[in-house]
């Protein structure tokens, strides 16, 4: 695969690493189809009995691709829902995945990197790494990551980050529930080791039977909730605030609401 890595070792831990260091593993088309396939490929395989999310180079996610944020730009209000609706599948893939799935948080995310960071069963990360639901400033909203954020969050604590934009520490991460724990690099694969090594003794077929359980008692998010987020995000991508924010960005200037 072009976008993402996978190697498998011989516990059955999966590694599933983001590859695109040089743009900070910002996710694309191609990258969003590739971790949909995994996540079916992985959950079906008896072998594999813990999955690991990464990513190569200084960054975990650093959310949209600019070259897929300027096509959307030009995209038609059809192509903007079935980029949504990849997405959106993607997110529900990881979702459902009958495997446990641990978010191996070694730098930044933003946008679409915390919705990664909320289907995972459990993410820890470093804590230097920084995070934010930074769409507002481009006149969009994190809208199809935006119930599977909530439901890791909880309603009230997502509204301390869910509309300001505001970047946030990994502190910060911890305490809105992204974050299991925060570790210096340096401890990062021991905290990583540490979370896997418990579903090393663990029936597969009780986990993935739990792992269902938890699904089906928490209501994820159903065809009604995916509509709903897709149209929301087609709508503010046809906005003229969008048309600004994206364009300020893309000219390296302030858009006209900023101070």
Not at 34 to 41: K, Q
Not at 57 to 79: H, I, K, N, V, Y
Not at 92 to 107: C, F, H, S, T
Not at 158 to 182: C, I, K, P
Request: aromatic share 6%.
């Amino acid at each position: 695969m072009a976008h993402v890595e996978l190697s498998v070792d011989d516990r059955g831990v999966a590694w599933v690493r983001l590859n695109r260091a040089d743009v900070h593993n910002a996710m694309n088309a191609a990258m969003i189809a590739e971790l949909t396939l995994l996540a079916g490929r992985l959950g079906r395989d008896p072998a594999v009995r813990v999955v690991v999310l990464t990513g190569e180079g200084a960054s975990f996610c650093a959310g949209g691709d600019l070259g897929w944020m300027r096509a959307q730009m030009e995209a038609d209000a059809e192509t903007r829902a079935r980029e949504a609706r990849a997405l959106a599948e993607m997110l529900g893939a990881l979702d459902v995945m009958p495997k446990p799935l641990i978010g191996r948080v070694q730098g930044q995310a933003f946008g679409g990197g915390l919705g990664l960071m909320s289907v995972c069963d459990v993410a820890v990360g470093v804590q230097t790494a920084r995070f934010g639901l930074t769409e507002v400033r481009l006149g969009l909203i994190p809208a199809t990551i935006g119930p599977y954020v909530v439901a890791r969050m909880g309603a009230a604590r997502a509204r301390r980050v869910f509309f300001s934009g505001r970047r946030f520490d990994a502190e910060e991460a911890v305490a809105l529930g992204l974050l299991a724990r925060a570790v210096p690099e340096a401890e990062l694969d021991a905290a990583v080791e540490a979370e896997i090594a418990p579903y090393l003794s663990a029936a597969p077929g009780a986990v993935a039977a739990g792992k269902a359980l938890v699904a089906e008692l928490c209501a994820a998010p159903d065809e009604v909730q995916v509509r709903a987020t897709i149209d929301a995000l087609v709508a503010r991508w046809e906005s003229d605030e969008a048309a600004e924010g994206i364009g300020a960005f893309f000219d390296k200037r302030k858009p006209g609401w900023a101070q």
